[in-house]
Nanobody, 125 residues
Framework: QVQLVESGGGLVQAGGSLTLSCAAS????????MGWFRQAPGKEREFVAA????????LYADSVKGRFTISRDNAKNTVYLNMNILKPEDTAVYYC??????????????????WGQGTQVTVSS
């Protein structure tokens, strides 16, 4: 069983920045593909970014490309999402997720095996 705990959410003005963190309980964290997803009120959960187990390969949703950066520190069992130039449409609950079998980052949420509880990000205009 893998436990994931997100932190770093909050309220920020448009154009501002936030960095989310996701700490994992598993000793084998370095083997996992990690992803960030988000769900806005009344909308389905959508892919934001994902990173390979080694950190050498990343994927981004078109809507965040150039503004968000995913990274990981395997020594700390933590994955990060650095969010810049935030927009009101980035407002959502952000979830991290772990995929334990594949090597490459995945966009499909159904590929992921474990999920955190989420952290709220609110961007005011």
């Amino acid at each position: 069983q893998v436990q994931l705990v997100e932190s770093g959410g909050g309220l920020v003005q448009a154009g501002g920045s936030l960095t989310l963190s996701c700490a994992a309980s598993a000793r084998t964290f370095r083997r996992y593909v990690m992803g960030w997803f988000r769900q806005a009120p009344g909308k389905e959960r959508e892919f934001v970014a994902a990173i390979s187990w080694s950190g050498s390969s990343m994927l981004y949703a078109d809507s965040v490309k150039g503004r968000f950066t995913i990274s990981r520190d395997n020594a700390k069992n933590t994955v990060y999402l650095n969010m810049n130039i935030l927009k009101p449409e980035d407002t959502a609950v952000y979830y991290c997720a772990a995929e334990i079998e594949k090597l490459a980052p995945q966009k499909d949420q159904y590929e992921y095996d474990y999920w955190g509880q989420g952290t709220q990000v609110t961007v005011s205009s």
